[in-house]
C-alpha cells in the first residue's frame, strides 16, 4: 500500500520559514516523482513544486521560485519543501503526491496516482 505522509506545517509570521516533510512508503522511491501541491481556503489546488524520482530534476513554480526548494533524501524515502520568505497568500494545505510518469507544477495535478494527506500552513501578516 501506497503511504504518503505530509508533515511539517503549522503557523508562521511572514517572512518566516517552514519545512515540509513528505515520507513515502510502499513504493520504490526513485522510481516516483514526487510533487508538492497546495489549495488555499476557496481556491483550487495549485502545483508548487515538483522533484523526478529518476534523476532529482527540479521543478518549481513561478509564485515561489526564489523562495521555496524542494529536495529529497532517497536513504529517508522523504522529499522536503523548504519555505523561505513566508507570504500570506502561501497560506493553504499542502499536499504531497507520488506519480511514475507525471512530474507537475502550476496545474492541479489531477493525473498524479497517489496523494498523502495535506499539512496546514498559516502565515500571519
Known amino acids: 500500500e501506497v503511504q504518503l505522509q505530509a508533515s511539517g506545517g503549522g503557523l508562521v509570521q511572514a517572512g518566516g520559514y517552514l519545512r515540509l516533510s513528505c515520507a513515502a512508503s510502499?513504493?520504490?522511491?526513485?522510481?516516483?516523482?514526487i510533487g508538492w501541491f497546495r489549495q488555499a481556503s476557496g481556491k483550487g489546488r495549485e502545483g508548487v513544486s515538483c522533484?523526478?524520482?529518476?534523476?532529482?530534476?527540479?521543478y518549481i513554480a513561478d509564485s515561489v521560485k526564489g523562495r521555496f526548494t524542494i529536495s529529497s533524501d532517497n536513504a529517508k524515502n522523504t522529499v522536503y519543501l523548504q519555505m523561505n520568505g513566508l507570504k500570506p497568500e502561501d497560506a493553504a494545505v499542502y499536499y504531497c503526491?507520488?506519480?511514475?510518469?507525471?512530474?507537475?507544477?502550476?496545474?492541479?495535478?489531477?493525473?498524479?496516482?497517489?496523494w498523502g494527506k495535506g499539512t496546514l500552513v498559516t502565515v500571519s501578516s
Open positions: 510502499g513504493i520504490t522511491f526513485d522510481e516516483y516523482n
Open positions: 503526491a507520488a506519480d511514475q510518469r507525471w512530474c507537475p507544477v502550476g496545474g492541479t495535478g489531477y493525473a498524479m496516482d497517489h
Open positions: 522533484i523526478s524520482g529518476k534523476d532529482g530534476t527540479t
